[in-house]
């Protein structure tokens, strides 16, 4: 049976992929620190935790669900004990693309990280529908990347994602600097700050006398047409002459002329997965 050793198993993140792990083909060495951590993998999963040592002995897999900015840290502290050809696997490109796995020519580095599910989907129980995050109830895709190792490896590493995140429609294969392209600069740097520029321009519309819930339910059944016909989901959907009136008013007065470049740049994005990685050094 391939053994995987799960570090920091105790974690949210970590108690996440315990649980998917469970009854498939693996053979879980849980790891974690904290007291309260094993607690609460216990409570959630009945799995106990072992000693470091013993998880690392003979593994054929390491998952690495601790923190970006341990990444580093961690990797340096298990890496030169593991045996040649062990695989491990990092749940973000952060550490990976700046540069902070320690160098092992005989040692696989795989990166995978969730889409999480899509707002466009398929899914009809409530569960589903309230599964944001993935990997309970909601199906989603996922995207991986070989950092180094052999060919083989992918298939065996994907498997492993496939089952830490399931229910997983496409794993989609990419380079680890493509996924850190994707997340921070798309998913954060990008969406996240748009998702939050649009909650402080709904609370200013709310500000102005809109009522709350108005402005909620206006912005949000818009956003699902606009965001369709934007990406094509709705092909026959076209906005407005006044709609790309505003548009065409708008860009030049929220965005900068250059902003695409000064996020996807590649120094850009090496800059911002550093700045991740050690935020005590970043300006």
């Known amino acids: 049976m391939t053994k995987i050793a799960l570090m920091g198993a105790g974690g949210k993140m970590g108690v996440r992929l315990a649980t998917n792990l469970q009854g498939s083909r693996f053979d879980i060495a849980p790891v974690e620190l904290a007291e309260a951590g094993r607690a609460r993998l216990k409570a959630a999963t009945g799995l106990d935790c072992v000693e470091e040592g013993q998880a690392l002995s003979r593994a054929d897999v390491v998952l690495l669900a601790v923190p970006d900015r341990l990444i580093g840290e961690v990797a340096h502290k298990i890496v030169p004990r593991l045996d040649s050809g062990a695989a491990v696997i990092v749940l973000d490109a952060a550490a990976p693309h700046a540069g902070e796995m320690p160098k092992r020519d005989d040692v696989t580095y795989f990166v995978t990280h969730p889409c999480h599910p899509p707002i466009f989907n398929d899914e009809t129980t409530v569960e589903g529908k309230t599964d944001f995050f993935g990997g309970v109830h909601a199906k989603q895709h996922i995207v991986c990347a070989l950092m180094q190792g052999p060919e083989e490896h992918y298939a065996l590493c994907e498997e492993v994602a496939r089952e830490i995140y399931k229910p997983v429609m496409r794993a989609h294969r990419c380079t680890?600097?493509?996924i850190a392209i994707l997340e921070p600069a798309l998913s954060e740097t990008v969406g996240a700050t748009f998702a939050l520029m649009l909650r402080e321009a709904t609370d200013e519309a709310v500000r102005r006398g809109v009522p709350e819930q108005a402005a909620h339910d206006f912005i949000l059944g818009h956003l699902t047409i606009e965001l369709a016909i934007a990406f094509g989901v709705f092909p026959e959907g076209r906005f407005s002459d006044g709609a790309l009136h505003a548009i065409a008013q708008a860009k030049p007065v929220i965005f900068k002329e250059d902003w695409l470049e000064?996020?996807?740049?590649?120094e850009a994005v090496l800059k911002s997965v550093q700045d991740?990685?050690?935020?005590?050094?970043?300006?």
Do not use: L, M
Request: proline fraction near 12%; hydrophobic fraction near 45%.
């Open 176 to 178: 680890v600097e493509q």
């Open 262 to 266: 000064r996020v996807f740049a590649p």
């Open 276 to 283: 991740i990685c050690h935020p005590e050094k970043a300006v």
